[in-house]
């Protein structure tokens, strides 16, 4: 439960968010999912089905915020990423009114999330729902490492957003090389989260199928021995 934002920034990848976002609520849960994930590794349960689940709230406090009081609430699966969002009235609930108001609903939503019964909710949420297909939850899982058609070049970048800068760069690479150039998203960079399905969904978005390969690779070395094996 990290609380202080230097905590926080570990625990999600960086500061370039939101405390309180959509983005964060779905970078905690994608933590947890993984933790969830080593520790099933190292248990006799191996037929468990895993889950992360996160909640991030900007509630009343001794100093009056500016911002609305909301809650951004998401759930990573292997192959679903899910959020909720729901905003409370300023000013109408003490701090521990608020802290009921959003995990009462957080504990339905789980439930719900499994189709176990629960109570109706008293909060009108908006809901945000991105289920992989079936070749990308390898991918997310890292028991695959390419989904695409690679060639022999690439672009690599988080590409949020795709802008010109990238475009250019790639344009020019193909020109100096003589051969197509495709954009590299990895999935699983070495000082960002794993993005999840609907951050995944969002980014891809911007490419044509044939010019983006998605890569689960840490380093550029592993790369190339992983698409060697996986091509022969």
């Known amino acids: 439960m990290p609380y202080a934002s230097e905590a926080l920034d570990e625990m999600v990848g960086g500061s370039d968010i939101q405390a309180c976002s959509d983005a964060t609520a779905r970078r905690m849960a994608v ?5 969830a994930s080593t520790l099933l590794t190292t248990s006799e349960n191996d037929d468990v089905e895993i889950f992360g689940f996160a909640i991030t709230a900007s509630l009343a406090s001794l100093t009056k915020k500016r911002g ?7 759930m990573q699966t292997r192959t679903t990423t899910r ?26 939503l789980l439930a719900h999330s499994f189709g176990l019964p629960g109570n109706a909710l008293e909060v009108s949420t908006q809901d945000t729902t991105e289920t992989a297909s079936a070749d990308f939850a390898p991918l997310f899982d890292g028991s695959r490492g390419v989904l695409g058609t690679p060639g022999t070049a690439f672009l690599p970048g988080s590409f949020n957003p795709l802008h010109d800068g990238h475009t250019q760069m790639r344009a020019d690479a193909s020109r100096r090389i003589g051969q197509p150039v495709q954009f590299e998203l990895c999935v699983r960079n ?3 989260a794993l993005l999840d399905f609907i951050e995944l969904a969002r980014r891809r978005m911007q490419f044509n199928e044939s010019e983006c390969v998605l890569t689960t690779h840490l380093l550029s070395l592993k790369k190339q021995m992983r698409w060697v094996k996986e091509m022969a």
């Open 83 to 108: 959020t909720w969002f729901f905003e409370l009235h300023k000013g109408a609930r003490t701090r521990g009114s608020e802290e009921r108001v959003v995990a009462d609903p957080a504990v339905n």
């Open 68 to 74: 609305k009081h909301r809650a951004h609430i998401a």
């Open 31 to 35: 933590r947890a999912y993984l933790r």
């Open 190 to 192: 070495v000082d960002k």
